[in-house]
């Protein structure tokens, strides 16, 4: 499969992303609009010897997840946005335990049942809220069916380098839409092996047991021995992610005036205005978060403190909104791009790049 | 016997066949040239002769397309 | 409409006019499963007093063009949550009914089922089961057939790693709560009529404060069986009724 | 237009096979252009409801798969027809069907083809290819792809079904003679 | 029972104030460390004729509320930290439906399964993440026994007020302390009926049904004809909650020269080490949170454009900080006590008063 | 220890040594009920191969003190989910069995449970029922009698409000996927070997990969039943088992 | 002290009545004092585990009913003996079981009293009173609380347990008057 | 016959009796005065001579409080 270039959509580049990743197994639960992610999975995965399994509920999804991982698979599941936060208790108790995973929710609209179509409400619960605890958890926003394919990969390097699960943070718009995606295998570097999995005292190395915990600090274990113990030690990881693990992409700083921050399709929708601003003369860059946590505060804020505008485009009512806030001073002009700017008023509508033009414009001129 | 006479909604039938499958009197076909937006073939109340209001194609169609008349 | 003209059969009054046909695929039974419903209502005279708690499925839908004072689509599986709740602050004569697929009552919803049968929730259950998830797109469900191909069970169910279809008629029986439960189907009027029986008699349960509730009724999926419709009624009669058997399997005056 | 970039919208509603037409002309674009993208934007109910897509092709990136305003827009439905006859950039094409729209499009910025979809598509099978009829009309009109590569997509997506595949070959060249005579 | 003074605990004044707000019903799940709020109405309310009913499980609850709200009651839940995960899902479709309800949240060590004793470490989920889709909630924090008590009927009314879920933060401190409690049903403001609510199309004023719906915007509503129309309503009664709900007390500010903030069972905390600084003559004060959402932002800017120092009291890895952060620019000095500032390791441990102490002499000296 | 003393009956191997007694209340079977596991297992020589999935009970603890690979508490209700996982990603060498409370399995865990064992799934499920929620201070139970007082039910549960205890045993017997589901209780030495009978039964269903297998251990819980522990055992005898009969409810050679 | 304020830590393993004790001090002191707060402090595990207990009583506001240095801690068993030896602060006292901490105290700036607690509650009845003799010492020894006001709270407790109160009231009486006379 | 000796571990032996009620030789009795820190009365092993090693005993403590030895 490798360097093939196919006509897929960011659903199905999820697929090959953790085929290409070496994932042993998806469970999942349909919901729409990423039916096709665990239908891809159905057809490609069983027949390569790899689990394939249709579970009854999102819960089970996310314990399913759970229980791969602690035997040391590399376990995926997709879902959007309900489903999604049927997930929050397990995916803490995940945390807690410190065993790794790749979710990729597929963002529809909402709140609740919503819409089956694409929107980008789900920032907050990926990146900071969701279950209890306060733990925390590397999100990736793809922007592209090739950097979903991608995105997917890196996820699972990511979640066995921390131990810790990690979000692919897409959208109905990303996931529906074919395009162009070269296929490859991506290096990383090497990780040590999953000595703390359970297969069987037996086959241990050492021939002692295992012992996995969503209580740990409270059922002392190795790792940590109290509840203050892995309280640092999850503090620990966090400051780390923090350090080394934000990631973006940035266009045409140099010059500009005005900074657009978006993920996303609205990224994508952003960079069209972005084109079409800088040929009608207006000065305007952007900053892309890869990692949506950690997010790339340092970046944003180098750019405010130049006392340039910041105009934030996300499909929601506000959400990434907070995180470009906490980055700049009272002083900086923050403009939002939101759902409430969508060119058409029901559950198809979205941001067009024209939208984020006028608001360029009145932020300009 | 009751005479019957059967009004089909061509915004509502959706041409699954039902209705023509369960006459028992065979006063419904199937069009062959009167298509739905979406390219479906409709059902027809071909034989209104034959037809003696039993009404069971009504509760054989879906789509709430069907009424049936008896005529006095 | 004409003077020498007496409608004998039409649209059940409590459908609420719409322009447009509702969003049900070519023989979708989703549309007969709801006229049942309609049906025994306006028999019974329940129109005034009912509450329809409308599940996750093609059929959410009814919810809305029932003219009855509504609720839809509950979280995916919780209908029976939702509907025991409403029984407990509503008065005797409120009648609570859900409106559910198969995959939303006995996958994401067995808890929410299993669990109201058990407390003998004075709520009706309607299950329409078409063996798949419709609206997601046809994956297979709890009840699709063993060798059923469905896309994601591309290569037919087995029973190693998919399992074995759920009874859910059968199942609910089990339950000490469960004062009725039944399976219907509408491949004929014959058929159509037996199922307005077991609904009438689940919703009487109900009205009798004697225990929980439940019929299934089998229905035709075309768009992801892959069939004509007419079709789709002939499997039902010959293959499906072989796993889910048509009939009552419980049935009690009180509970013990 | 410098570098070549294309957008087009097709609108129908669902089972009419707008998404099709689109699918098939971006397979298509594919061995011409460096980038294409089609995204579909179909309402919850896929039944009975409006359904189109949007393809882009060009040989630079394609920032947006999204864009309010199109080159061409294929308005196979009077559905779509409010919705969609503003979204025709100035100097666009807007192919829509003659039987619907017996009266004159207010616009006078646009270029506008008529096209007999449901008589043509009769005349060669039935309503069901009309979505073909349309593929070919466009292609007639705007030559941004090459009708072969479209005929191969065609040949591609009915293989095995050879009745169809005639079917719908023959109202593709319908269509793009319909388009290019426009 | 009006205006009798009792000796009960944090749990138990959820009752009584339930009690006096009038709730029809309890649904609920049990789980540690709020076990006598469900055995309290457990035994309380049906020889009341009000409604009791243990539920099968905390999603169940939720869904319980759910149904119950629909039918126009006033209803009422309580749980700790994994049930409360496990509620996200339905929570959101309340928002979206616009239905009121009352959660009381008594908040344990955390990720995941943690301990089963206090803690602070939901702020972040109740107040900004959780379920899907961006809605918001009014986060209510009590920090006595008798507040809980006063809380619970103020949830009730600013749920129905904005016919919308609210959640009363409380923890396994505040819960499980027993202290002495005046009883007393608090007045409010007369609300409309709930016209909304189904009750049978024949018993319905106008003879007309009602439909709710947790798919507004994708089904049309009378109130919400489209998304955007349902994403405009949700973000002017969001900004609304923002605008007239901040709630707060302030401890001598006057003089501060470091102005603490905290909530819950940390401000009792910090309020013990206020005074005891102040008795070594350090100008200390302090800002108490009592609605945690919407957050009193202005009130802790004020404190630093003057110039004081900040000092963030939370039994988390910093939660709340993160609000103080949005509320202050760069230059102010921040500081935090955190959970890792427990007196004693195990999950018994708690911030003491002396630890806080410590952190405003390293601050100020 | 003494030369000329040989130990006839001791504690299990499998045993962790801590220096401390076990966090169980005075009389607890929680303990009797992981003997009877431990003793399975050491006869059938599964400690070097097995995974013991604990779930949310006050036996989670018997997870952390068996030597072998070990997780809990996983989430509420959920272990036969994760159970399930591991199955599918392990060589058919490995054992995977969850040990459950009854509120664990079959109320929060409905879902869980059912859907394993409709899936055939080759693991095994203890459910040690004590008819009560032990951990959280003996609250009422969806297996709790019917009259029974507990913190939440404090006049005896009623089947109007409360509902109807569940039978799990029976219930799992029903679905099509398991292959085995039996009831004991360790109430005498007698019903003590006779349950040691029925796991390891149960763990010889899972090892020769035939389907879904269940053993539900009636247990003590002196703490909450407000009763000395000698007595509680007769309650059990005598009081428990008219609604919850000790015995195989299935037992197959091979899924049909 | 100027105005009156206390507190004090109770603190024993499961089953041994620390908390019970602290609840039936804190209730006899709303008889007093304005504000009463008491705070349990047990491990998951309820069983055969340290479980202790803090109370405040006060005429004033009691901001924190968590505090780590306390006026006075009971410690009728030694698990807890580690942990709160500390915890007393300055000019503070330490209640002690005698058998336990036969050893001197290396802590010279509070007062200790050590009681042979488990003598006297097997002398009365059993060990299952030892928690009200230790009750009894506390109030003896510090009189904060009138023995009256305690006295009612044990007879409201053992309501129609004549036996069990008779036993309780007997170790409690012993209790004070060790204390009183330490 | 053979004969028993009964070991009953102070530490762990909670006192629920269980082994008393089925020790079908009569061997182990409640003490009277031997309390564990709840304040619980322990088992004894108090007729040694009438013991028989069955290990009944071991299986119904649920506390593993018990080993039983044959004597050699
Ligand atoms: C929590 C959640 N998960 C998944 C979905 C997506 N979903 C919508 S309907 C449906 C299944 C419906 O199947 P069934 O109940 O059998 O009804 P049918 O559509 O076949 O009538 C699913 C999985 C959802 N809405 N919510
Ligand atoms: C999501 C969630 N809800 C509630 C709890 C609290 N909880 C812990 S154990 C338990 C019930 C245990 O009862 P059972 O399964 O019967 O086991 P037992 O303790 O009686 O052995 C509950 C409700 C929890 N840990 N997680
Ligand atoms: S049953 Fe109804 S929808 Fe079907 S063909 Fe007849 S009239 Fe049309
Ligand atoms: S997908 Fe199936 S169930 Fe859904 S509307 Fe179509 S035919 Fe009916
Ligand atoms: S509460 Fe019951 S189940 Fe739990 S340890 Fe005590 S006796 Fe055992
Ligand atoms: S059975 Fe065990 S715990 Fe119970 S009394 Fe006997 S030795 Fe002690």
């Known amino acids: 499969m490798m360097d093939e270039v196919v006509f897929i959509d960011g659903n199905e580049a999820v697929g090959w992303g953790a085929l290409a990743a070496d994932c042993d197994a998806f469970f999942g639960y349909p919901i729409t609009p990423q039916n096709n992610i665990t239908e891809w999975f159905a057809k490609e995965y069983p027949k390569r010897g790899r689990a394939f399994v249709q579970t009854s509920s999102e819960t089970a999804s996310i314990n399913w997840l759970y229980g791969g991982a602690s035997v040391g698979k590399r376990v995926i599941t997709s879902t959007s946005s309900p489903g999604w936060a049927l997930m929050q208790e397990t995916l803490s108790h995940m945390a807690n335990t410190e065993v790794p995973c790749v979710i990729v929710l597929v963002q529809r609209g909402g709140p609740g049942q919503g819409t089956t179509r694409h929107a980008q409400m789900d920032y907050t619960s990926a990146t900071k809220g969701g279950g209890n605890g306060g733990y925390k958890n590397i999100v990736l926003g793809p922007y592209s069916a090739q950097e979903a394919h991608d995105l997917v990969q890196v996820a699972f390097y990511l979640a066995d380098k921390y131990i810790n699960p990690?979000?692919?943070?897409?959208?109905?718009?990303?996931?529906?839409?074919?395009?162009?995606?070269t296929l490859k295998k991506l290096e990383f570097e090497k990780l040590p092996e999953k000595d703390w999995a359970l297969r069987g005292k037996g086959r241990q190395k050492d021939k002692k047991r295992r012992v996995?915990?969503?209580?740990?600090?409270?059922?002392?274990?190795?790792?940590?021995?109290?509840?203050?113990?892995?309280?640092?030690?999850?503090?620990?990881?966090?400051?780390?992610?923090?350090?080394?693990?934000?990631?973006?992409?940035?266009?045409?700083?140099?010059?500009?005036?005005?900074?657009?921050?978006?993920?996303?399709?609205?990224?994508?929708?952003?960079?069209?205005?972005m084109s079409q601003a800088r040929g009608i003369g207006l000065k305007v860059g952007m900053i892309r978060p890869v990692t949506l946590w950690p997010f790339p505060y340092q970046q944003v804020k180098e750019q405010a403190k130049k006392g340039n505008k910041i105009l934030v485009v996300e499909d929601s009512l506000g959400q990434m909104l907070m995180d470009v806030k906490m980055a700049c001073d009272d002083g900086t002009e923050i403009g939002l791009v939101s759902c409430l700017d969508r060119h058409e008023v029901m559950e198809g509508g979205a941001i067009y790049p024209e939208k984020v033009l006028d608001k360029i414009r009145a932020m300009m001129e | 016997m009751a005479k019957g006479s059967v009004i089909i909604n061509e915004d509502f039938c959706l041409g699954c066949g039902y209705c023509v499958e369960f006459c028992k009197k065979k006063s419904l076909t199937m069009s062959q040239d009167n298509y739905t937006s979406q390219g479906l073939l409709q059902a027809n109340f071909s034989e209104p002769e034959s037809c003696n209001a039993c009404g069971l194609c009504v509760i054989m169609c879906p789509h709430f397309a069907i009424e049936v008349y008896k005529v006095i | 409409m004409n003077d020498n003209k007496e409608l004998v059969a039409g649209t059940p009054k409590i459908k609420i006019n719409v322009p447009v046909p509702l969003a049900f695929c070519q023989g979708c039974q989703h549309g007969s499963a709801t006229r049942v419903i309609w049906d025994s209502l306006e028999d019974l005279g329940l129109e005034d007093r009912i509450i329809w708690v409308g599940g996750v499925t093609c059929g959410t839908v009814s919810a809305f063009i029932s003219d009855v004072d509504a609720i839809g689509p509950v979280p995916h599986g919780r209908a029976?949550?939702?509907?025991?709740?409403?029984?407990?602050?509503?008065?005797?004569?409120?009648?609570?009914?859900?409106?559910?697929?198969?995959?939303?009552?006995?996958?994401?919803?067995?808890?929410?089922?299993?669990?109201?049968?058990?407390?003998?929730?004075?709520?009706?259950?309607?299950?329409?089961?078409?063996?798949?998830?419709?609206?997601?797109?046809?994956?297979?469900?709890?009840?699709?057939?063993?060798?059923?191909k469905t896309t994601t069970s591309p290569t037919g169910r087995g029973t190693n790693k998919e399992g074995f279809p759920i009874n859910a008629a059968e199942l609910v029986a089990v339950l000490g709560g469960t004062a009725y439960s039944a399976r219907g189907s509408l491949t004929s009027p014959a058929n159509y009529n037996k199922t307005k029986k077991y609904v009438k008699k689940a919703l009487q349960k109900q009205i009798d404060d004697i225990g929980f509730s439940f019929v299934e009724i089998l229905s035709a999926c075309p768009a992801n069986w892959g069939m004509p419709p007419v079709e789709c009624l002939k499997w039902i009669d010959n293959t499906l009724t072989k796993q889910y058997p048509l009939g009552e399997f419980k049935d009690l005056d009180a509970l013990v | 237009m410098g570098i070549e970039r294309h957008n087009v919208i097709f609108a129908g509603v669902g089972g009419m096979g707008a998404l099709t037409s689109g699918q098939l002309l971006a397979k298509a674009a594919m061995k011409k252009f460096k980038n294409v993208t089609w995204y579909p934007n179909i309402t919850t109910a896929r039944r009975n409801a409006p359904a189109d897509c949007l393809v882009c092709y060009s040989d630079t990136m394609i920032y947006s798969q999204l864009i309010k305003d199109v080159e061409t827009a294929v308005v196979m439905n009077n559905i779509q027809f409010d919705t969609m006859k503003n979204r025709v950039k100035s100097g666009g094409l807007l192919i829509l069907e003659a039987d619907d729209y017996a009266e004159n499009i207010e616009r006078k910025d646009i270029q506008v083809i008529k096209v007999p979809g449901i008589k043509i598509s009769s005349k060669i099978a039935n309503p069901r290819v009309i979505n073909t009829v349309y593929l070919g009309v466009y292609i007639g009109a705007t030559k941004t792809v090459p009708h072969e590569l479209v005929k191969t997509e065609l040949e591609k997506r009915f293989e095995g079904k050879n009745e169809i595949l005639k079917m719908n070959l023959e109202a593709f060249k319908e269509g793009v003679n319909f388009g290019e005579a426009a």
């Not at chain 1, 350090?243 to 973006?248: A, G, L, T």
């Open chain 1, 166 to 181: 990690v979000i692919v943070l897409s959208d109905g718009i990303i996931g529906t839409t074919l395009e162009t995606v």
């Open chain 1, 212 to 273: 996995l915990t969503s209580a740990q600090g409270l059922v002392p274990t190795p790792r940590n021995p109290s509840f203050v113990a892995l309280q640092n030690t999850l503090f620990e990881k966090h400051s780390t992610m923090e350090r080394e693990e934000i990631r973006y992409e940035t266009y045409q700083l140099e010059d500009a005036d005005l900074v657009l921050v978006a993920y996303g399709y609205s990224a994508r929708v952003s960079m069209e205005a």
């Open chain 3, 80 to 148: 029976p949550d939702i509907a025991s709740a409403m029984r407990r602050l509503s008065d005797k004569e409120t009648i609570i009914i859900t409106y559910q697929g198969d995959g939303d009552a006995i996958a994401i919803g067995t808890e929410s089922l299993i669990q109201a049968a058990a407390r003998a929730e004075r709520i009706t259950v309607f299950m329409v089961n078409n063996v798949n998830y419709g609206t997601t797109g046809g994956q297979m469900a709890p009840t699709t057939l063993i060798g059923q």
